[in-house]
Each structure stands twice: as structure tokens, then as C-alpha cells.
């Protein structure tokens, strides 16, 4: 069974960086696409970024397109997202998923495995 755990949260001020980290437990993980997502308060979760599972494709939401790099270990079964240039705008839950069966990157319905989240706070 495939478990994400996320890592690397923090509190920041604008202008500094974050490294986020999600490990990934069990089995096949380059057959996995990975995603990011975040969640501020009040609003609906978004999408943040992918990386297709032999890493050679990545997607970004325009918001962090510039100031966030996503990337994949397949040795060590992590996927980081290099956070830069932070924003209070960015500051949210941010979310590690993973899908097999494949739709649109950008759509959560596209994953059906999720970490449990690591908080980010940027401030102003």
C-alpha cells in the first residue's frame, strides 16, 4: 500500500525559500506521477505543480511558475518542490499526491493517494 508522508514546512518571510519533501512508501514509484497541491484557508485545494513518473515533464500553476521547482528521486523515493521567492499568498497546507491511472495534471480527481499535509506560513 502506497503512503505519502510531506516534510519541510515552515514559517517564512517574504522573499525567503522553503524546500518541501514528500517520501514515498511502497512499491513502482516511477510508474507514479506526483503532484503537489495547496489549501489556504477558506478556499478549495489547487494545484501547485507535477512531475511525470520518469521526470521529463513538469507542470506548474501560473501563480508559482518562476519561484517553484519541482523534482523526483527515484532512488531515494522522494519528490521535492524548491520553493523560492515566497509570497503570504502562498502560505497554505501544501499536499503531495499520486496517481497511476492518469487525467489531467491539474485536476485532484486525477490523484487518489494524498499525504496529510505540511503547513507553510509566509509573512508579510
Known amino acids: 500500500q502506497v503512503q505519502l508522508k510531506e516534510s519541510g514546512g515552515g514559517l517564512v518571510q517574504a522573499g525567503g525559500s522553503l524546500r518541501l519533501s514528500c517520501a514515498f512508501s511502497?512499491?513502482?514509484?516511477?510508474?507514479?506521477?506526483m503532484g503537489w497541491f495547496r489549501q489556504a484557508p477558506g478556499k478549495d485545494r489547487e494545484f501547485v505543480s507535477h512531475?511525470?513518473?520518469?521526470?521529463?515533464?513538469?507542470d506548474y500553476a501560473d501563480s508559482v511558475r518562476g519561484r517553484f521547482t519541482a523534482s523526483r528521486d527515484d532512488g531515494q523515493k522522494t519528490v521535492g518542490l524548491q520553493m523560492a521567492n515566497l509570497k503570504p499568498e502562498d502560505t497554505a497546507v501544501y499536499y503531495c499526491?499520486?496517481?497511476?491511472?492518469?487525467?489531467?495534471?491539474?485536476?485532484?480527481?486525477?490523484?487518489?493517494?494524498w499525504g496529510q499535509g505540511t503547513q507553510v506560513t509566509v509573512s508579510s
Open positions: 499526491a499520486a496517481s497511476q491511472l492518469f487525467g489531467p495534471a491539474s485536476s485532484l480527481s486525477s490523484y487518489d493517494i
Open positions: 511502497g512499491h513502482s514509484f516511477r510508474t507514479y506521477h
Open positions: 512531475i511525470n513518473g520518469d521526470g521529463d515533464i513538469i
